[in-house]
């Protein structure tokens, strides 16, 4: 599915498709979010250190990608990084 706008419905299957990458990626985590702000959105990650990390992307990126890209080139670059806070 290829993102049209960013709304409510969009914003959870991104969270559902995060989890999914992170889970193929045996990150493991407490909770994750995903959050609009102005022109970017934002991927929010507790892990064990139990501190909320922000990794923020243009909002506007999304648009006509799939949610299973967008979750992959968000995470992909920062799961070297996200391992260490797992």
């Known amino acids: 599915m290829d993102i049209t706008k960013i709304d409510q419905q969009t914003l959870n299957l ?3 498709a995060f989890e999914i990458v992170l889970n193929e990626n045996n990150i493991h985590y407490k909770k994750i ?3 609009e702000e102005d022109v970017q959105l934002l ?8 501190k909320v990390h922000v990794f923020k992307w ?3 990126s999304c648009i006509g990608a799939s949610i299973g890209a967008i979750a992959q080139s968000v995470l992909l ?3 070297p990084h996200l391992r260490l806070l797992s």
């Open 58 to 60: 243009n909002k506007a």
């Open 43 to 50: 991927f929010l990650f507790e892990g064990k250190d139990e």
């Open 14 to 16: 991104l969270h559902k």
């Open 77 to 79: 670059p920062i799961i």
């Open 33 to 35: 979010g995903i959050a």
